[in-house]
């Protein structure tokens, strides 16, 4: 049977608030884009009583038997939306884990795209607003990536223009640990961004917002505030924030030079940290 090919870009965090607290999940506002990095996903159906997933690449390791995929799997057949059809999956990692791009959320929405167009799912908005939040609270935001506004009442709202940044990501040797982060939340903001309009994607408006939970993770790892204070100090960035919970931090540039400068002299300061010049989609 044809192999299909997917892409599952990864998701950035141009600013964050946390607005306050529900029973269990914090509440947050963000201004969202995603970046041309990329997991492949690879997948064909097969004649088999069971779904067959695995992980390959360069950060492919630790990753458990139980995960957003074989969980948004065992969700669909459980609720027998894919029409008892198996599938074997292969998914090369090239997003890194915790680093707070939502790599797996990613592979979990990219793979629901697939289905819906496909049409092998047929699905209503609500359900899959449902379906989505049992698997992860940022999948339903891979749902049709792009520019994307989340209020803090939970509302989305979706932005076709493309906003053209060139970014640097970089994620140190080791990762942030997003319930450990959120753990330490002790103030909220006052939401920002309940009117979303499209001047929010706009640099002006940007580079005056913040991520609520950087200094949270600063504290935890000196490492990070390090490497922003160097991105900042390098030469035509127009902002640099960290994404999600940790620990990548981005580097947002008007021209690939810049941002191919930026890269060159990271990489001779900071050599055992991974890192990549990429641009949003």
């Known amino acids: 049977m044809h192999t299909f090919k997917i892409k599952s870009y990864a998701k950035i965090n141009l600013a964050l608030n946390v607005t306050g607290k529900k029973t269990k999940l914090h ?3 963000s201004l969202i884009s995603f970046i041309d990095l990329h997991d492949l996903i690879y997948l064909k159906q097969i ?3 069971n779904h067959k997933i695995i992980f390959k690449g360069k950060f492919s390791k630790n990753i458990g038997k139980k995960n957003t995929v074989t969980n948004l799997l065992k969700l669909l057949d459980k609720k027998n939306l894919l029409n008892n059809k198996k599938f074997n999956i292969k998914i090369v990692k090239n997003i890194p ?3 707070g791009m939502g790599g797996g959320s990613m592979n979990a929405a990219s793979l629901i795209n697939f289905f819906i167009n496909k049409k092998i799912l047929k699905i209503k908005k609500n359900e899959l607003k449902k379906l989505t939040s049992q698997i992860g609270s940022d999948v339903i935001l891979g749902i049709k990536p792009t520019n994307t506004i989340l209020s803090h009442n939970g509302d989305i709202k ?3 223009k ?4 060139y970014t640097l990501v970089v994620k140190p040797t080791f990762g942030c640990s997003t319930k450990y982060i959120y753990s330490k939340v002790k ?3 006052k ?3 309940s009117f979303p309009k499209t001047k929010m994607f706009k640099a002006k408006y940007l580079k ?20 922003k204070l160097f991105l900042t100090n390098t030469s035509n960035n127009i902002f640099v924030r960290m994404s999600g919970s940790g620990s990548s931090i981005v580097a947002y540039f008007e021209s690939k030079g810049a941002c191919g400068n930026a890269y060159s002299q990271f990489k001779r300061k900071f050599s055992s940290h991974w890192c990549t010049a990429s641009k949003t989609i």
């Open 162 to 165: 493309n906003i053209k940044f």
């Open 97 to 99: 884990q915790e680093a």
């Open 27 to 29: 509440k947050i506002e």
């Open 191 to 193: 939401p920002q961004f």
């Open 208 to 227: 005056n917002l913040n991520n609520d939970l950087e200094q949270i993770a600063f504290k935890k790892y000196p490492k990070l505030k390090k490497i």
């Open 187 to 189: 103030s909220f903001s």
């Open 158 to 160: 979706k932005y076709n």
């Open 47 to 49: 004649r088999k009583k």
